[in-house]
């Protein structure tokens, strides 16, 4: 068996960016331009994305959106925030890789 080398703190946003991608509805780039201050209690303002470079441009549609954040999705992104020693809000997360 390989022993599992990810830091407690890569687990944790591994499985906060599953279920973002498995419960929110955005999509990977969406995901990798969020800020920590687009995600409110209930919902999150979708306006930017990312190329995998991390380039920013704008979302597939084009348009600006937000959509419903399920309390499950905000309890593993309030945690993941905590775990990263709260962060500015205008810095990009949470699939941001360090």
């Given at each position: 068996?390989?022993?599992?080398?990810?830091?407690?703190?890569?687990?944790?946003?591994?499985?906060?960016?599953?279920?973002?991608?498995?419960?929110?509805?955005?999509?990977?780039?969406?995901?990798?331009?969020?800020?920590?201050?687009?995600?409110?209690?209930?919902?999150?303002?979708?306006?930017?994305?990312t190329d995998p470079d991390g380039t920013l441009k704008a979302t597939k549609?084009?348009?600006?959106?937000?959509?419903?954040?399920?309390?499950?999705?905000?309890?593993?992104?309030?945690?993941?925030?905590?775990?990263?020693?709260?962060?500015?809000?205008?810095?990009?997360?949470?699939?941001?890789?360090?």
């Open positions: 068996m390989i022993p599992d080398e990810r830091t407690t703190l890569t687990r944790l946003r591994d499985a906060t960016i599953v279920t973002m991608l498995a419960y929110d509805g955005e999509r990977p780039g969406e995901l990798r331009g969020q800020r920590w201050s687009d995600i409110l209690t209930k919902t999150i303002l979708i306006e930017r994305a549609p084009g348009e600006r959106r937000t959509t419903r954040l399920l309390s499950v999705v905000y309890e593993d992104l309030e945690r993941y925030y905590i775990a990263c020693g709260s962060p500015s809000l205008d810095s990009l997360s949470p699939a941001r890789r360090r």
